[in-house]
């Protein structure tokens, strides 16, 4: 089942529709932004993953140095050792590289359909080494007067989760990894429940377990603990391999709605929805047993990695759910929802 209601402007941004903010850099994909409203406009937090124009016989990816400059890597594409089966992630000698280098730009709308970029608005660019293989997919989320970013840090090291906050989009505080690998998919709930704050994350248990959903609670947004699985992955069904969190909750007379993408095993990325106690949020009391949103259009079918739909921010008026979303890895999109339709879906 899909009650999505597609953008007829889609695809909103596509790879040429920036410019790259390094010279020996080119735009591959535009990709999941967290999304927000500020100053009467809607801000996009646009994940822009760049790579390496590439000559014969050899291939190249870009990495941050610890001095945040850029120093590329070559591998020989005959060589033994190199695997570059999957083209999102090339394998040399046992050690993992991303093929694309990743930071974050904003783009504003009064519209909610047409996007530009600022220049009062500077871009956000990974830092240390723990970023190092770049910044990506980040949710943004209002708590308190003060946006909070929470994010994936990639580097040799692992996949983990870095906090950023900042209340004008033009000086930021960065808090460190708060979740260390390999962790992903963080989404903040935006207001304390019995007096603590809660997050959503995607630790992963290749051996025993799997790429599940979890909760935590924290007293400072900093330190998490009291970690929680609370939603897992269902064999023979859409959400079969691998499930994570998309923005933010939702506070819903019913209780807090959430929406998550799910993949099968043919990499199929979709999105469904789960509810948790309004309470007790580490309770689920329904979850979609079909997708509200499947890859249907041509722009999601085909592009850098096909057959994708996701979210990691939206915008809520009433009863209308705004999502932005990247669809094959590639381009960035909108579709609206009614959220009294979405919990009428769930069992």
């Known amino acids: 089942m899909d009650i999505a209601d597609r953008s007829i402007k889609n695809p909103l941004l596509k790879p040429t529709d920036l410019i790259a903010h390094h010279p020996s850099l080119k735009i591959e994909c535009l990709l999941n932004p967290g999304v927000f409203t500020y100053e009467n406009k809607v801000f996009l937090l646009i994940r822009v993953a760049e790579g390496i124009e590439q000559q014969k016989g050899e291939t190249s990816l870009p990495t941050y140095k610890d001095d945040g400059t850029i120093q590329l890597i070559s591998f020989a594409n005959d060589d033994p050792k190199f695997n570059d089966t999957d083209k999102r992630i090339f394998i040399y000698d046992g050690d993992h590289y991303l093929s694309t280098l990743s930071h974050f730009r904003l783009l504003s709308s009064e ?14 660019l990974p830092k240390g080494s723990l970023e190092a293989f770049g910044i990506e997919d980040c949710r943004v989320s209002e708590i308190e007067g003060k946006y909070y970013l929470t994010y994936t840090q990639v580097s040799t090291n692992g996949v983990g989760v870095g906090l950023i906050s900042t209340t004008d989009w033009k000086e930021f505080k960065r808090h460190g990894m708060i979740l260390p690998p390999h962790n992903k998919d963080c989404a903040l709930f935006t207001e304390k429940i019995n007096g603590k704050f809660y997050a959503l994350h995607r630790p992963s248990s290749p051996e025993i377990g799997g790429n599940y959903i979890w909760l935590a609670e924290s007293p400072d947004l900093i330190h998490w603990g009291n970690h929680k699985c609370i939603v897992k992955t269902r064999t023979g069904m859409w959400d079969s391999v691998r499930v994570g969190a998309g923005a933010s909750p939702i506070k819903t007379a019913d209780g807090w709605l959430e929406i998550y993408h799910g993949a099968d095993e043919s990499n199929r990325y979709c999105l469904g929805a789960f509810l948790m106690d ?34 990691n921010g939206h915008i809520v008026q009433g009863d209308l759910l705004t999502i932005y979303y990247g669809a094959s890895d590639e381009v960035i999109c909108r579709a609206d929802f009614s959220i009294n339709q979405i919990l009428k879906t769930l069992v």
């Open 111 to 124: 519209d909610g359909t047409t996007f530009s970029e600022d220049i009062n608005y500077p871009p956000i």
């Open 278 to 311: 309004i309470n007790n949020p580490s309770l689920v009391i329904a979850r979609s047993d079909e997708p509200i949103m499947m890859p249907v259009a041509e722009y999601e079918k085909t592009g850098f990695f096909g057959n994708v739909v996701f979210t």
